[in-house]
């Protein structure tokens, strides 16, 4: 006799009695009317009378077997538990109906699809794109292929300074093409124009020291900026002494700090330009993650900007503080500083949390990078996000909608 301790499926059966339940496998009696060595183990037990004796036996042992395998894998190492779970994790997603949710009833819970996202080895993947994309393709080949991606995302290229397309020997190059001088005019009325072609995700003055990536998404603007440089290399002291990191920014009395966020879709231009005139005397690469930006994966994942790889490029304009950050992402891996030729990204050596700062102020530079507004200032090789977070008067004014698209040399604000 083999006592089972598993609690069958039939709600009948009460919890108190399940100690009573019991396998009987008989053995084959010598007549001919006994059970045959084939038959299957008869179940005895309170409130098992309505059902077969088949039917019970199916209902109790496949949930037995997932339990003693699951058991094993709770015993596995990390790293092998979620190399065994994160198959059966794909399907449970991919399949329709819930097709593997009757697992749940079992013990096993699927990785949430966050996790499931982050484990992707987006880093990995992105520089193997960028090595496809500088394979030279073949001449006959060119137009179809960018004919196709023209298509898809409906490039303009009656705006590229060369139309024609077999000129371009690999993706990466029409990738990174350029405009016609006059296809982009540099907006002289507004002080602050759009750096990049995009979408506008969202713009406002900073709050809390938490800014908004999405509507109702927040991330920690020190997680952003990384921690501030001391005093003494400011090009201004601090307005006051504050514990927030967002007075720490704050130069001036009297004013505030604002943000915008403009989203470079793959058919956008993508380069980007200064946004106003002003001086550059710091970078820092954040090496990190290489997540989707588009604005749905935003909603998506918290602090989505602070675990990806970015450049944040920090200096003074005529009203204080001002900084514009590369943000990289999926297949963007190469972000690209043009006065910055130390600046590598999507490097192999990866440490999370980490960042790499570098100066522009020398003894032969005191003042660092001066930077005229609409002057070409880095490129992506794909499409990315632009963050832009600087100081200025009370009075000034956004001339902008959420969710509107926006072009290089276009007005974002004024004072």
Same mark, same amino acid.
Not at 38 to 60: D, I, K, M, T, W
Not at 350 to 365: E, I, L, R
């Given at each position: 006799?083999?006592?089972?301790?598993?609690?069958?499926?039939?709600?009948?059966?009460?919890?108190?009695?399940?100690?009573?339940?019991?396998?009987?496998?008989?053995?084959?009696?010598?007549?001919?009317?006994?059970?045959?060595?084939?038959?299957?183990?008869?179940?005895?037990?309170?409130?098992?009378?309505?059902?077969?004796?088949?039917?019970?036996?199916?209902?109790?042992?496949?949930?037995?077997?997932?339990?003693?395998?699951?058991?094993?894998?709770?015993?596995?190492?990390?790293?092998?538990?979620?190399?065994?779970?994160?198959?059966?994790?794909?399907?449970?997603?991919?399949?329709?109906?819930?097709?593997?949710?009757?697992?749940?009833?079992?013990?096993?819970?699927?990785?949430?699809?966050?996790?499931?996202? /982050?484990?992707?080895?987006?880093?990995?993947?992105?520089?193997?794109?960028?090595?496809?994309?500088?394979?030279?393709?073949?001449?006959?080949?060119?137009?179809?292929?960018?004919?196709?991606?023209?298509?898809?995302?409906?490039?303009?290229? /009656?705006?590229?300074?060369?139309?024609?397309?077999?000129?371009?020997?690999?993706?990466?190059?029409?990738?990174?093409?350029?405009?016609?001088?006059?296809?982009?005019?540099?907006?002289?009325?507004?002080?602050?124009?759009?750096?990049?072609?995009?979408?506008?995700?969202?713009?406002?003055?900073?709050?809390?020291?938490?800014?908004?990536?999405?509507?109702?998404?927040?991330?920690?603007?020190?997680?952003?900026?990384?921690?501030?440089?001391?005093?003494?290399?400011?090009?201004?002291?601090?307005?006051?002494?504050?514990?927030?990191?967002?007075?720490?920014?704050?130069?001036?009395?009297?004013?505030?700090?604002?943000?915008?966020?403009?989203?470079?879709?793959?058919?956008?231009?993508?380069?980007?330009?200064?946004?106003?005139?002003?001086?550059?005397?710091?970078?820092?690469?954040?090496?990190?993650?290489?997540?989707?930006?588009?604005?749905?994966?935003?909603?998506?994942?918290?602090?989505?900007?602070?675990?990806?790889?970015?450049?944040?490029?920090?200096?003074?304009?005529?009203?204080?503080?001002?900084?514009?950050?590369?943000?990289?992402?999926?297949?963007?891996?190469?972000?690209?500083?043009?006065?910055?030729?130390?600046?590598?990204?999507?490097?192999?050596?990866?440490?999370?949390?980490?960042?790499?700062?570098?100066?522009?102020?020398?003894?032969?530079?005191?003042?660092?990078?001066?930077?005229?507004?609409?002057?070409?200032?880095?490129?992506?090789?794909?499409?990315?996000?632009?963050?832009?977070?600087?100081?200025?008067?009370?009075?000034?004014?956004?001339?902008?909608?959420?969710?509107?698209?926006?072009?290089?040399?276009?007005?974002?604000?004024?004072?």
């Amino acid at each position: 006799m083999v006592r089972c301790c598993q609690r069958p499926p039939n709600p009948a059966v009460p919890r108190h009695d399940l100690h009573k339940v019991r396998v009987h496998v008989q053995r084959p009696r010598s007549g001919g009317g006994g059970r045959g060595p084939g038959a299957p183990p008869r179940l005895e037990g309170p409130g098992l009378g309505g059902l077969s004796r088949r039917a019970r036996f199916r209902l109790h042992f496949p949930q037995l077997a997932l339990r003693r395998r699951l058991g094993q894998l709770s015993c596995m190492s990390r790293p092998a538990l979620k190399l065994r779970s994160w198959p059966l994790t794909v399907l449970y997603y991919l399949l329709p109906f819930g097709a593997l949710r009757p697992l749940s009833r079992v013990g096993w819970r699927p990785v949430s699809r966050v996790a499931l996202y /982050k484990s992707v080895p987006t880093r990995l993947l992105s520089r193997a794109w960028g090595r496809l994309n500088q394979v030279e393709l073949p001449h006959w080949l060119r137009r179809p292929v960018y004919s196709l991606y023209i298509w898809t995302f409906g490039v303009n290229m /009656k705006e590229a300074a060369v139309e024609d397309l077999h000129h371009y020997r690999n993706l990466s190059e029409f990738f990174r093409r350029k405009l016609k001088p006059q296809a982009r005019p540099v907006c002289g009325v507004h002080c602050v124009i759009s750096p990049s072609d995009g979408k506008i995700l969202n713009f406002g003055q900073v709050k809390n020291s938490e800014v908004e990536q999405v509507k109702g998404v927040t991330y920690s603007l020190e997680s952003f900026l990384g921690p501030r440089t001391s005093v003494e290399d400011l090009p201004f002291p601090p307005a006051a002494s504050c514990n927030s990191f967002r007075s720490q920014l704050v130069t001036r009395e009297g004013n505030e700090l604002y943000h915008c966020v403009i989203y470079l879709a793959p058919g956008d231009y993508h380069c980007f330009h200064s946004p106003t005139d002003w001086t550059v005397s710091h970078r820092r690469h954040f090496p990190g993650s290489l997540m989707s930006v588009n604005p749905g994966m935003a909603r998506w994942i918290k602090e989505l900007f602070c675990h990806n790889e970015r450049v944040v490029l920090t200096g003074d304009w005529k009203h204080g503080f001002f900084s514009l950050t590369a943000v990289g992402a999926t297949n963007v891996g190469s972000i690209r500083i043009y006065f910055d030729r130390d600046l590598h990204t999507n490097s192999p050596r990866y440490s999370k949390g980490s960042y790499n700062d570098f100066s522009f102020v020398t003894q032969a530079n005191r003042e660092g990078i001066p930077m005229r507004k609409g002057e070409h200032l880095g490129e992506f090789n794909l499409g990315s996000t632009i963050v832009l977070i600087f100081e200025a008067p009370k009075d000034f004014d956004f001339k902008l909608k959420a969710g509107q698209k926006i072009r290089f040399g276009e007005a974002l604000g004024s004072l």
